[in-house]
């Protein structure tokens, strides 16, 4: 069992800054394939970015050049560095944990979620 903590979340002019945390519980951190996730009321959780054990990388074309995700395995803990923020980022991020070799690219079935942190982005 995995529980997942994120932090970081805030309000934030466009243009601006983040950088979200997610911390596990639990042992193993470094076989799980570490993913970010956003959503918006009435909207699916859609991909944000993802990091395998392995370190690859892998991100939405809706974020790509502006965010980054990295991995502390000493500390238990994913980031997201959110840069050159739009409204359109606006969204409650999740952070999810599968234990697998692969990258997660879309909605899983499986693995933990943590409960959210909330990005705002104004104009």
């Known amino acids: 069992q995995v529980q997942l903590v994120e932090s970081g979340g805030g309000l934030v002019l466009a243009g601006g800054s983040l950088n979200l945390s997610c911390t596990a519980s639990?042992?193993?951190?470094?076989?799980?394939?570490m993913t970010w996730f956003r959503q918006t009321p009435g909207n699916e959780r859609e991909f944000v970015a993802t990091?395998?054990?392995?370190?690859?990388?892998y991100y939405a074309d809706s974020v790509k050049g502006r965010f980054t995700i990295s991995r502390d395995n000493a500390q238990n803990t994913a980031y997201l560095q959110m840069n050159n923020l739009k409204p359109e980022d606006t969204a409650i991020y999740f952070c999810h944990a599968l234990y697998s070799l692969f990258a997660v690219t879309s909605l899983p079935n499986d693995g933990f979620w943590g409960p959210g942190t909330q990005v705002t982005v104004s104009a």
């Open positions: 639990g042992r193993a951190f470094s076989s799980y394939t």
């Open positions: 990091i395998t054990q392995f370190g690859a990388k």
